[in-house]
């Protein structure tokens, strides 16, 4: 049973019909992209009807986003297992929780501060300093809900779009590169990692993603990270940990509790895509070898499907190195309705293919891919 019935819901039937699992999705959205994937109950997250239908249906319940309201979870909780554990799911939605349970378990973040009011934005600016960043602590994605303040004077524009909601300020981490670690944790504790893949974002949005990038000893302080959040959650499933990587440290932003877009090139890149290893974790099977079979380079999609680079690129790449995924959404202005991921033999054959490609794309002038591939293990 899956929460959600978005592309993420949907990539995870794929992964799962070959292993011969069925799904049931609960989804308010009438054509929910993975519905035709398996079963589909149309009702509200707090619909108690449809959650204990869902919970009587599955022998196993997860979800695909991670602002489920944990009521929801825990009442399917009290009909059958709901992987990953609903705890985790709280720690997530405020990210005054989540820094807090990082602070204590070690793990290194920027400063941080509650600002419940105006006079407590004025202390927590003079506390962390500028530049800093207030986010408001529940329900932001994709750079929304949050806003830089570089001087004084930013802070009643800022209080202005924000301080409706509870708030976080944060110190600005100025970073060389974000990345992230993806891992799964099965029932029994086994944990596996991809390798740390790094990230480029525009408008808030994450536009690329490329793996394997950086050396050995940072891959070891990331898994090193999450296997700090993994254990003391007793989580099971796939989890990702968003890092900033700053003169050669790593801090941690925020952490996901499923399956992640920065984990999409998986599916082409590496022996065992994150979408299969949440179902085997989730399902108590042993998890799969998360060796990269090729090194990849993920093009979100957004808006709608570039057909005419999708039917040009058959002349232009070699058989087999351009893998597209259409999510079947209906286009809309800044939605993601499916992914590329290139794939090469070598990093100098990726390099070429994914400049060619953000270049096809039209995405080349912002992120200037040839500067940056072959430069990120620094
Ligand atoms: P978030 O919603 O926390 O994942 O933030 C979205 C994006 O905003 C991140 O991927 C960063 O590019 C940027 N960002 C968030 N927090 C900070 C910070 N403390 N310092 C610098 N950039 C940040």
Not at 227 to 253: C, I, R, S, W
């Amino acid at each position: 049973g899956i929460l959600g019935a978005g592309q993420v819901a949907r990539m995870l039937a794929q992964a799962g019909q070959p292993m011969g699992l069925e799904f049931v999705f609960l989804d308010p959205a009438e054509d929910a992209c993975a519905a035709e994937f398996g079963s589909h109950i149309c009702a509200g997250w707090d619909d108690e009807a449809a959650l204990k239908e869902l919970g009587r249906r599955a022998d196993v319940v997860t979800f695909d986003f991670e602002n489920v309201p944990e009521s929801s979870a825990s009442l399917i909780e009290s009909l059958c297992p709901v992987y990953p554990p609903p705890r985790a799911l709280f720690k997530s939605q405020d990210r005054m929780r989540e820094k807090t349970m990082m602070q204590t378990l070690g793990i290194p973040v920027a400063p941080f501060h509650p600002v419940a009011g105006r006079p407590e934005l004025v202390a927590a600016v003079e506390k962390i300093g500028l530049p800093c960043v207030l986010k408001t602590r529940r329900f932001g994605y994709d750079g929304k809900g949050q806003a830089v303040l570089r001087f004084q004077e930013d802070m009643e524009r800022a209080w202005q779009e924000l301080g409706d909601s509870e708030l976080i300020c944060e110190g600005f981490v100025p970073f060389q590169a974000e990345c992230s670690i993806i891992a799964a944790r099965g029932r029994n504790g086994q944990t596996v990692f991809w390798p740390l893949t790094r990230n480029l974002h525009r408008g808030g949005i994450l536009a690329i993603s490329m793996a394997p990038a950086f050396e050995r000893q940072l891959q070891l302080r990331a898994e090193a990270m999450i296997q700090g959040l993994l254990d003391h959650l007793d989580y099971t499933g796939v989890m990702a940990l968003e890092l900033f990587l700053k003169d050669g440290e790593l801090l941690a932003n925020e952490f996901a509790p499923r399956v992640h877009n920065s984990g999409h090139w998986t599916i082409d890149g590496a022996h065992t895509s994150q979408f299969e290893n949440h179902l085997r974790a989730i399902c108590g099977m042993p998890l799969g070898d998360t060796g990269v079979s090729s090194p990849s380079v993920m093009f979100n999609l957004l808006g709608e499907m570039p057909e005419n680079v999708r039917q040009r690129s058959t002349d232009h790449y070699p058989t087999d190195s351009l893998h597209w995924h259409d999510y079947h959404k209906t286009p809309r202005e800044g939605r993601k309705i499916g992914h590329v991921t290139v794939t090469a033999e070598s990093d100098t054959e990726l390099k070429a293919r994914a400049v060619q490609f953000a270049a096809d794309l039209g995405v080349s002038a912002e992120l200037n891919l040839e500067a940056i591939m072959g430069k990120t293990g620094e």
